[in-house]
């Protein structure tokens, strides 16, 4: 025996409000990434979701895709050898048009080189500017550094969501991806050891 239900509209018409049926979006997971070159995206301006970190960006044999570890300062000194270990600051951004939230990790400036790190000092322009429009990145080799594109679209203003700086950093960098000791697998890996 079937139901027809369609021999009476009120028994599958929805209220307008669709108030019943509205969800909470949990994230589970954060990336921690650079602005893709083909995105447009905009930074929290807040102190509050921005830290300075150190971050490993590894690449391993077998990806394609390069890994953000982040490194606990304090074992700096015993992982000298190990390369790609940076200063960063880490940003709240979000991208269009959902406000898919991820962090970006921005190079801090090498002020150890004969002449000014045009690369990280570029990308912190981008930063400033995506804190008040949506931008896009975009690398220009011929100039060492970023430029920045600006949407003309005229979007509503961003959505971000309502995370402390250190709940975002749980989902961006679970424990695999946290480097504590000269044991982690990347070191390992980094040093010839695996």
Partial sequence: MTIDIFNDLEKVRVDQAFDDISVEEVYTHIQCRKPGKTEFFRANPSEELRERILLLEHQSSQGFSKDNYLVVPGLVNEIRDVPGVKPYMIVLCVTRPRNTP????VRLPNTGLNRADTWALSSQAVLEKSEEEWVRIEPKLEMQGYTCCISKAGWPEPQFPDKSLLDLLKLAFPEDRIIASTT?????SLRGEI
Avoid: A
Avoid at 102 to 105: G, K
Avoid at 184 to 188: C, L
């Fill in 184 to 188: 982690h697998p990347v070191i390992r």
């Fill in 102 to 105: 991820f962090l970006w990790p």
